[in-house]
């Protein structure tokens, strides 16, 4: 079961990369939204030019390609997240394998007949995926070829062969073994999709036969897997398939709550966005709920303690508001006061079945620098974002009055609220040192792990660093914390070390203390 839980942790890292860069395209898309959009011209004359529409629709629609082709960025980001060492080559590996695989699918259709005409692809399950004509997989196939690759290259990179076969070892090997692999794969997909595509339609059924319940069952499992790291393998293919809805935009078939609502920003016929898009309003409780779960724990400190709970829970709150990043407030009680993390659960689950039962249809996924960018331009038929907001509204008093009533009643120890009195440690913020003191810095951090002898792989995500060790056991939270850590999980020899957005210059002075090595 660790094996399983192990494997689910590692995989749900390698997401990042793809995952991370599809919001960028989506601000893209806002951007020549903003210059595009024909409703935000009528209180800004000036946007009307039509060199200035022709400008926001050239960047939005340009931006909007990637949308048809997010199977291949799974299928070349992924190996990038799985691979111990010699990423780049892994990507080209996966990249390779992947135009094999969906040549391999298209040849077997060719062979059995099963190819139909252009305007009949969509009715059967078909669709062009780098102008190949194969059955629509959506990032299911990058998904696919992209952990068969990751799994091959850490497997066999090290693969050294003598004499004249030394040429093909190392990188090579792998893609010696994932060329045929994709073959084979390319087969059986062709040959037994079809069942799993029924199966993922009649899930897709079953979920929203469930109506508002949905809304709250998904939200609940979001972010109550949060702690494990494995929340990814929730909300991903809600975002990115047919789980999350199907429509046709501007002519193209279009699956995934985000890829939906992303084509109907940049689509000027589109009058109002989807309700599919609240499969991704986990915004929700970002900008509103912990706040309101924050001001709750302020005024329920101890008066003489109120100074340091708001140096922990102002930055945090400010964080999860504007970026919606939400770990660093999370973990100010994930630990102390777990019941109010299964709370915040419930409530997370329970805010977005209120935006389905409400029918409020605005672009909420993170913080509110997102939610302005994306639903300002759209204006309020397209996106009734001033309804998203009075939920957001009445969520931060629910949050409120239930963290309150329980921390109350239950004498739980939120920041401030700690019965030990030694004097807290100043929280050292690795994005602000110098460079001379970045060496100390990853010297702690490695030492507080037990040592660079018990590392045997670092990598980081969004707001994590992400490690194998060899004993657990030997990791020093208390060491951890005092480096400025936010919280530190432990699944097997997987340990996260919570540091927030400066998690990237944290992973540096690591590699930096580990001699520059990429584990």
Known sequence: MKRVVNGLQTFGKSLFAPILILPIIGLFIAFGNVFG????????????????????TFISSSAVSILQNLALIFAVGIPIGLA????????????????????????????????????????????????????????????????LVGILHNKYCDTEFKGVFSIYSGHR??????????????????????????????????????????????GFLERILIPTGLHHLVYTPFLYTELGGTSTVAGEVVYGARNIYFAEMADASTKVLSSTVNWDARG???MFGLMGAALAMYVTANKDKKKMAKAILLPAAVTSFLLGVTEPLEFAFLFTAPILFVVHAVLTGAGMMLLNVFGVHAIGANGIIDFLLYNLPLGTTKSNWPMFILVGLLMFAVYFVVFRFLILKLNLKTPGREEETETPVEEKSASAASPGTAAPLGE??????????????????????????????????????????????????????VYGLNVKSVRDQVDQNLGGMQL
């Open 444 to 497: 702690t951090i490695v030492a507080a792990l037990g040592g660079s002898e018990n590392i045997e792989a670092v990598d980081n995500c969004y707001t994590r660093l992400r490690l194998v060790v060899k004993d657990p056991g030997v990791v020093d939270e208390q060491k951890l914390k005092e480096t400025g850590s936010k919280g530190v999980i432990k699944s097997g020899n997987n340990v996260q070390v």
């Open 84 to 147: 111990r060492k010699d990423k780049g080559y892994a990507a080209l590996t996966g990249l390779v394998t992947f135009v094999i695989f969906i040549n391999a699918m298209h040849q077997v259709l060719k062979i059995s007949g099963n190819l139909v005409p252009a305007e009949e692809m969509q009715l059967a399950g078909q669709a062009m995926v780098l102008n190949v004509q194969v059955l629509e997989m959506g990032v299911f196939a990058g998904i696919l070829i992209g952990a």
């Open 37 to 56: 959009n024909g409703n935000l011209a009528e209180y800004v004359p000036f946007l009307a030019h039509p060199y200035i529409q022709n400008f926001g």
């Open 284 to 286: 929700l409780a970002k």
């Open 173 to 218: 090997f792998v893609a010696i073994l994932a060329i045929p692999s994709a073959m084979i794969l390319g087969f059986l997909a062709a040959e037994f999709w079809p069942y799993v595509q029924n199966g993922i339609t009649a899930m897709a059924g079953g979920i929203k036969s469930l109506g508002d319940v949905g809304f709250l069952i998904y």
